[in-house]
């Protein structure tokens, strides 16, 4: 039900992030430029606004930004297909100017109908969570950053623009974050444990996982050899078929008519940069496995992070580094010295491997490092 997970989000935020989210509801709790917005409300009645509080040590319960969330489908609304949906930065942070950060959140979720919530499925609890991340990147830099260019993800290398986004992603596939997010929507049961385990492994995750990275790779593979090498050499379709069986096993089924509808290749934003989704993935991966190691300790469950993951100091410690060091930092720094300052080393691809159940390993290797071989 989406009510319950929006105020799991909000709860993890808040637990974890040291972020609180409140809806502004009349005027009477608004600053002066949002009551000005909300003077002339001229918006469908199912959006609302919120503002976010860093209630973090030193925070001062200081505002650092507000958005809408403007949640359904609706007919006058775009929608992008395939259930996506936008964080879109309406205005930056300025200490400058004195202006604080709004934005709003676009989505295209099933409209409550019939006495029942909106109901979403794992892959539109996802799309919320990655909005959250992006939301996350562009508000919590109003703590640090000094200049609105250097605030959210404006000046972000390509390649690492959506890592928080996914970030996030992968809370939903911890089960006890999964047990919070869902629950019948009358009754609120739970969801039975072998079902919150199936969605976090085998039928969430891992299903495919092996094929779906290998068509990634490929499609990134042919992205960059169409717009590095010289066209009249090779037409588009033999070079289609000269790298699929490098990286997939499988011939193409009947009526394939890759590339042609590859538009984020040909028409869309990614063309020759398509590998940037893949690099994000395992970059957000090798941070979000920094959590796992603190949930784990030499692959046994920590106790405390048994009764209650939001209030496991271990836990916390990390994701109030990772807000530090990278949500709070914006753009004003390469992301590469970012990562490096939040996991102490460069990142591991292995971390990807491991959460799509591709590898078995504890934790990722540290490049360079040798491996222990016991006798």
């Not at 590898?359 to 006798?375: A, F, L």
């Amino acid at each position: 039900p989406l009510p319950k997970v929006i105020t799991g989000i909000f709860k993890l935020c808040e637990s974890l992030i040291d972020l609180r989210f409140e809806e502004i509801k009349s005027l009477s709790n608004a600053s002066e430029d949002v009551a000005k917005i909300l003077e002339n409300k001229k918006w469908a009645p199912d959006i609302k606004l919120y503002r976010i509080i860093d209630v973090a040590e030193g925070g001062a319960n200081k505002v650092l930004g507000q958005f809408f969330l403007d949640p359904y489908v609706r007919d006058d609304k775009g929608y992008a297909g395939g259930d996506k949906g936008w964080y879109l930065p309406i205005r930056p942070h300025s200490s400058i100017v004195g202006s604080e950060a709004l934005g709003a959140m676009v989505l295209s979720l099933p409209i409550p109908n019939f006495g029942k919530p909106s109901l979403l499925s794992v892959a539109e609890v996802e799309e919320v969570l990655r909005n959250f991340g992006n939301l996350l990147v562009h508000v919590c830099s109003s703590k640090t950053c000094k200049w609105a260019d250097l605030c959210g993800r404006t000046g972000l290398e390509w390649d690492v623009i959506d890592v928080a986004g996914i970030f996030m992603t992968h809370w939903l596939y911890v089960p006890d974050i999964l047990r919070s997010l869902s629950g019948h929507w009358s009754t609120n049961e739970p969801l039975p444990n072998n079902v919150i385990e199936k969605l976090c492994t085998s039928a969430g995750k891992h299903h495919m996982a092996g094929y779906n990275l290998c068509n990634e790779l490929f499609r990134a593979a042919y992205d960059k050899a169409f717009y590095s090498e010289e066209y009249e050499k090779e037409s588009y379709q033999d070079m289609a078929e000269r790298l699929r069986p490098e990286y997939l096993l499988l011939p193409p089924a009947a009526g394939d008519c890759f590339p042609i509808h590859a538009n984020d290749i040909m028409s869309g934003d990614y063309p020759g940069t398509l590998y940037s989704k893949t690099w994000g993935k395992m970059l957000a991966a090798d941070a979000f496995s920094a959590i796992q190691e603190a949930i784990e300790t030499n692959g046994v469950h920590n106790e405390h992070s048994k009764n209650n993951i939001l209030t496991d100091e271990s836990v916390k410690s990390v994701t109030r580094r990772f807000r530090s060091t990278i949500l709070d930092r914006g753009s004003s720094q390469p992301y590469t010295e970012m990562f490096r300052q939040f996991r102490g080393r460069d990142p591991s691809h292995e971390a990807l491997l491991l959460s799509l159940g591709l590898q078995s390993i504890s934790t990722p290797k540290i490049k360079g490092q040798k491996e222990v071989v016991s006798q």
